[in-house]
């Protein structure tokens, strides 16, 4: 099925930006919506962001006003502003095709000074 490759996490002070960016290399015929996900050590992945095909968008609360989900069909990116400690985590892409959901590897977002 079509892989998906992130980028964009690193290391980045409290109240900085980063930008994570996600793309399906392969077929993106059957896609109906395509998110970010995040895994901080001791907890349970939870939901960040999504975007439906159309262009709908839904946002997990704690991270309203500071991110936000953009992008077209086959790709998605998450602009992080005004990062918090507890933003630290594994961030992973997902893509649900009518099939099933396909996930990204993942990329490390550590929020520290």
């Known amino acids: 099925q079509a892989p998906l490759v992130e980028y964009g996490g690193g290391l980045v002070q409290p109240g900085g930006s980063l930008r994570l960016s996600c793309v399906v290399s392969?077929?993106?015929?059957?896609?109906?919506?395509m998110g970010w996900y995040r895994q901080a050590p001791g907890k349970q992945r939870e939901l960040v962001a999504t975007?439906?095909?159309?262009?709908g968008t839904s946002y997990a609360y704690s991270v309203l006003g500071r991110f936000t989900i953009y992008g077209s069909d086959g790709t998605v990116d998450l602009q992080m502003d005004n990062l918090k400690p507890e933003d630290t985590a594994v961030y992973y892409c997902k893509a649900t095709y009518y099939f099933g959901d396909y996930w990204g590897k993942g990329t490390q977002v550590t929020v520290s000074s």
């Open positions: 392969g077929s993106i015929i059957g896609i109906s919506e």
């Open positions: 975007r439906e095909r159309g262009g």
